[in-house]
């Protein structure tokens, strides 16, 4: 790769960093980058992985007071977490490259998809959050959360958007700390990722450590930018955005 493609994939994890800040989706901009600067589907799949796990570790940490209270959930939900990142990392390392390209458009068509349907659902979610117990982790949430820690690692993109319907769904909170609760998931499921890719998978590390820099500023410094752009508006560009990646690889 040519060194005048860094500050592309750098501005590309800038903006992703601050999508996932605002609205949650970055890797629908941060993977094409990567495929775009002639990485291969996969490497660019783990790649992306490492470089923008800074960012939810950040966003974690802004969440610290929302957090300190569930320590007991986070124990609990850090298991099915762990061991569903390492399936699903796994997995992601068995695929063949052509069945992975093959894959892909499917992929970010799903993420965009979800995307398009977020309001919906979190107003069904708002509808439908159950009144409970607050200290209780059902068995079933710790079941989804494997299964959304499996995609997490293979994939990832729209992670955050399912996560959170499903903790509004089967646990009882206030919305704060179910977002809260989002994060530090999403931190620790590609946590495990980042880990087990850096032993076994193809990382590109100069790629990774520019856009991880350029995720943590774009979480930092994008964000106000990115507000300043109506919700439903940067929603649509990402989803726009993502159809023409899909058709493009389609064509490829």
């Known amino acids: ?131 409970g117990a607050e200290g209780k982790t059902p068995i079933e949430l710790m079941a989804a959360v494997f299964v959304l820690a499996i995609y997490g690692a293979y994939f990832g993109a729209g992670l955050g958007i399912i996560t959170l319907a499903v903790l509004g769904i089967l646990l009882p909170d206030d919305l704060h700390r179910s977002n809260a609760l989002k994060g530090l998931l999403s931190a620790i499921i590609n946590a495990a990722a980042v880990v087990y890719f850096a032993i076994w998978g193809p990382v590109e590390w100069l790629p990774a450590a520019v856009m991880a820099v350029a995720a943590l500023a774009g979480g930092y410094l994008g964000v106000g930018v990115a507000r300043k752009i109506s919700a439903p508006r940067l929603r649509m560009a990402v989803i726009a955005y993502a159809i023409v990646v899909a058709v493009v690889l389609f064509l490829r």
Do not use: C
Request: net charge positive.
């Open 1 to 131: 790769m040519g060194v005048f493609e860094y500050p592309l994939l750098a501005l590309a994890a800038f903006v992703a960093g601050a999508i996932n800040a605002v609205a949650g989706g970055g890797s629908l901009v941060s993977f094409p980058a990567l495929v775009a600067a002639g990485y291969p589907s996969k490497v660019s799949n783990v790649t992306n992985t490492v470089a923008l796990w800074p960012g939810y570790v950040g966003g974690s940490i802004g969440y610290a007071a929302q957090l300190k209270n569930q320590r007991r959930r986070i124990f609990v939900l850090t298991i099915p977490s762990v061991l569903g990142a390492i399936v699903g990392s796994a997995i992601l390392l068995t695929t063949s490259e052509k069945a992975f390209d093959q894959i892909v458009p499917f992929l970010i068509l799903f993420a965009a998809g979800l995307m398009a349907g977020q309001p919906r659902l979190s107003a069904f979610v708002a509808h439908h959050r159950p009144q």
